[in-house]
């Protein structure tokens, strides 16, 4: 198991947890967080006793992007990802790392910026009542894109086409975000995050494996093409459960009475459980 | 400033380009001028250095209430050319089919109908009037709605889009729904619409111009494509602007506590 300096990875019962741990920094990703993402993830997705996934933020921010600091101090600044953007080759999100278990986000605070990734690419997102979100790339000169790209397919398109053009000039409300559907749960008081978190994962984790692992590669797949081509592509996706023996066991315990037993998860490239 | 228009009032507040539609008398609906005037309104507004966000709204008691048909069909040459354009999807009309990369707030002051959608599917913000309503009468009179409301559906909830394409005439959308619903960020009363969108327009006017054009094609070229396809031409316009002056500017009048100087676009 990898230590970590810049995040927290551990397990409660079926939930791993994925804390982002530079408090001091607004939990702001330098150059170590975002190789210690690309392991975490990979982590969590191998271990086959973790069925869901939780990702938040130590401190009074959930994650507030890149570490301006850092890119403005060490000389090199945003060149240093010039090949991996250009190629798109990302490795810090649950989305890039192909993580097919599920993925809750839990925001406790500030959301700014390149934080927009990890609500973006999550399948989903719950906060804290005093969260709050804003995208300030443009008022710093920076364009903004691929979390955006992502999240304007997930929710109405003008109020992320706002918070990317009118920057760090204005910021969103949890309660806005949840009635336009960015986030599904408000948790009041803040500090009550964890638990609803946990709870709610505890509930996903008694779904098949196997079931939810194929319906996130259908509906996110859905993402990628047309109307038709998506319906093709998830009848694959459906077919491919068929025979698997949790498909046996769900009506078998439900007609027992008992809680099934699934065949425990497979990480995406199948070296794992 | 320049251009002298019979259906359009252009103007520049500050950095704040203003397209505003003038037939208040036909609820702003659109004749051959108009259909004309737009293009040259977007363009003029466009290429103005001066100018980095957009604001169109109309003047009298309706927004925009799509083609003026019974006008148009005693100019059957403008009637024949628009036809031309619609069966091509090579219309004019909105910032979008004029490929205007400036930021553009649509301020709805009153009814949108029929084709005056386009205006609030091709806009990057859309702020209302508590008097602002919207209907899809095209049905009602024979007519197919679809760049509109194809617009609208990659933007909203489709739900509430199709009952309107299918309702036509007999029912309208609020502008307290259409918040809701995420159509519009913004519901303020009538008087006070043209300052509020003055303001945030203020406010988008702060902002790196160049990274906000790039931004601009990043999101709606978005719209385009499959989700990997579009991340990658998102992840090519965020590098265009990478050693562009405002990256060091930016971060640099932030640190000084000052309002930064962008280079102009246009």
């Given at each position: 198991?990898?230590?970590?300096?810049?995040?927290?990875?551990?397990?409660?019962?079926?939930?791993?947890?994925?804390?982002?741990?530079?408090?001091?920094?607004?939990?702001?990703?330098?150059?170590?967080?975002?190789?210690?993402?690309?392991?975490?993830?990979?982590?969590?997705?191998?271990?086959?006793?973790?069925?869901?996934?939780?990702?938040?933020?130590?401190?009074?921010?959930?994650?507030?992007?890149?570490?301006?600091?850092?890119?403005?101090?060490?000389?090199?600044?945003?060149?240093?990802?010039?090949?991996?953007?250009?190629?798109?080759?990302?490795?810090?999100?649950?989305?890039?790392?192909?993580?097919?278990?599920?993925?809750?986000?839990?925001?406790?605070?500030?959301?700014?910026?390149?934080?927009?990734?990890?609500?973006?690419?999550?399948?989903?997102?719950?906060?804290?009542?005093?969260?709050?979100?804003?995208?300030?790339?443009?008022?710093?000169?920076?364009?903004?894109?691929?979390?955006?790209?992502?999240?304007?397919?997930?929710?109405?398109?003008?109020?992320?086409?706002?918070?990317?053009?009118?920057?760090?000039?204005?910021?969103?409300?949890?309660?806005?975000?949840?009635?336009?559907?960015m986030v599904s749960q408000i948790v009041d008081p803040p500090e009550n995050l964890r638990d609803a978190a946990q709870?709610?994962?505890?509930?996903?984790?008694?779904?098949?494996?196997?079931?939810?692992?194929?319906?996130?590669?259908?509906?996110?797949?859905?993402?990628?093409?047309?109307?038709?081509?998506?319906?093709?592509?998830?009848?694959?996706?459906?077919?491919?459960?068929?025979?698997?023996?949790?498909?046996?066991?769900?009506?078998?315990?439900?007609?027992?009475?008992?809680?099934?037993?699934?065949?425990?998860?497979?990480?995406?490239?199948?070296?794992?459980? | 400033?320049?251009?002298?228009?019979?259906?359009?009032?252009?103007?520049?507040?500050?950095?704040?380009?203003?397209?505003?539609?003038?037939?208040?008398?036909?609820?702003?609906?659109?004749?051959?001028?108009?259909?004309?005037?737009?293009?040259?309104?977007?363009?003029?507004?466009?290429?103005?250095?001066?100018?980095?966000?957009?604001?169109?709204?109309?003047?009298?008691?309706?927004?925009?209430?799509?083609?003026?048909?019974?006008?148009?069909?005693?100019?059957?040459?403008?009637l024949r050319e628009q036809s031309r354009r619609t069966r091509r999807a090579e219309l004019r009309l909105t910032a979008?089919?004029?490929?205007?990369?400036?930021?553009?707030?649509?301020?709805?002051?009153?009814?949108?109908?029929?084709?005056?959608?386009?205006?609030?599917?091709?806009?990057?913000?859309?702020?209302?009037?508590?008097?602002?309503?919207?209907?899809?009468?095209?049905?009602?009179?024979?007519?197919?709605?679809?760049?509109?409301?194809?617009?609208?559906?990659?933007?909203?909830?489709?739900?509430?889009?199709?009952?309107?394409?299918?309702?036509?005439?007999?029912?309208?959308?609020?502008?307290?729904?259409?918040?809701?619903?995420?159509?519009?960020?913004?519901?303020?009363?009538?008087?006070?619409?043209?300052?509020?969108?003055?303001?945030?327009?203020?406010?988008?006017?702060?902002?790196?111009?160049?990274?906000?054009?790039?931004?601009?094609?990043?999101?709606?070229?978005?719209?385009?494509?499959?989700?990997?396809?579009?991340?990658?031409?998102?992840?090519?316009?965020?590098?265009?602007?990478?050693?562009?002056?405002?990256?060091?500017?930016?971060?640099?009048?932030?640190?000084?506590?000052?309002?930064?100087?962008?280079?102009?676009?246009?």
């Amino acid at each position: 198991m990898t230590e970590y300096q810049t995040l927290i990875v551990e397990r409660r019962g079926a939930v791993g947890w994925l804390i982002n741990n530079r408090p001091e920094a607004l939990n702001a990703m330098n150059n170590a967080m975002r190789d210690e993402f690309a392991l975490a993830w990979k982590e969590l997705d191998d271990d086959p006793d973790v069925r869901v996934i939780v990702h938040t933020g130590n401190g009074r921010a959930f994650q507030t992007g890149a570490d301006v600091s850092e890119l403005a101090s060490d000389g090199i600044g945003m060149e240093r990802y010039r090949e991996s953007v250009e190629n798109f080759d990302m490795h810090f999100t649950s989305w890039h790392q192909k993580v097919w278990k599920p993925v809750i986000c839990a925001v406790n605070g500030i959301c700014a910026g390149g934080a927009f990734h990890f609500v973006a690419d999550a399948d989903i997102v719950i906060a804290a009542s005093d969260a709050q979100f804003m995208d300030p790339h443009v008022s710093v000169g920076q364009v903004v894109a691929v979390e955006a790209v992502a999240l304007l397919r997930k929710m109405p398109v003008e109020a992320v086409m706002r918070m990317a053009l009118v920057g760090r000039y204005e910021r969103m409300s949890a309660q806005r975000a949840y009635q336009l559907g960015m986030v599904s749960q408000i948790v009041d008081p803040p500090e009550n995050l964890r638990d609803a978190a946990q709870a709610l994962a505890e509930k996903i984790a008694k779904n098949s494996p196997a079931a939810m692992a194929a319906t996130k590669r259908a509906l996110w797949g859905a993402l990628e093409m047309g109307l038709t081509d998506a319906c093709k592509a998830g009848a694959m996706e459906l077919v491919s459960m068929w025979g698997h023996p949790d498909q046996l066991e769900g009506p078998a315990s439900f007609a027992e009475k008992r809680e099934p037993v699934w065949v425990a998860p497979v990480a995406a490239d199948g070296l794992s459980a | 400033m320049g251009a002298d228009y019979k259906t359009l009032h252009v103007e520049s507040r500050g950095h704040v380009g203003w397209l505003i539609f003038d037939r208040p008398a036909k609820a702003n609906a659109m004749d051959a001028t108009m259909l004309d005037e737009l293009e040259a309104a977007w363009k003029q507004l466009d290429a103005d250095p001066h100018v980095r966000v957009i604001v169109n709204t109309g003047n009298g008691t309706a927004f925009q209430t799509g083609l003026d048909v019974a006008q148009l069909s005693r100019e059957p040459d403008a009637l024949r050319e628009q036809s031309r354009r619609t069966r091509r999807a090579e219309l004019r009309l909105t910032a979008w089919h004029n490929r205007v990369w400036k930021p553009v707030i649509a301020a709805v002051n009153g009814v949108c109908a029929g084709g005056g959608l386009h205006f609030v599917a091709d806009a990057d913000i859309v702020i209302c009037s508590t008097a602002a309503t919207f209907l899809d009468p095209h049905v009602s009179i024979g007519q197919v709605t679809a760049f509109e409301a194809i617009g609208l559906v990659r933007k909203s909830p489709m739900e509430p889009i199709t009952r309107m394409a299918l309702l036509g005439r007999h029912e309208r959308l609020s502008a307290e729904r259409a918040f809701e619903l995420g159509i519009c960020s913004e519901v303020v009363e009538p008087e006070q619409l043209l300052d509020a969108a003055q303001a945030l327009a203020d406010k988008i006017a702060k902002n790196s111009p160049a990274a906000m054009a790039a931004t601009k094609r990043a999101l709606w070229g978005a719209l385009e494509t499959g989700l990997t396809e579009a991340s990658k031409s998102g992840a090519m316009e965020m590098v265009t602007v990478w050693g562009h002056p405002d990256q060091i500017e930016g971060p640099a009048a932030f640190a000084e506590r000052r309002d930064p100087q962008w280079k102009e676009v246009g």
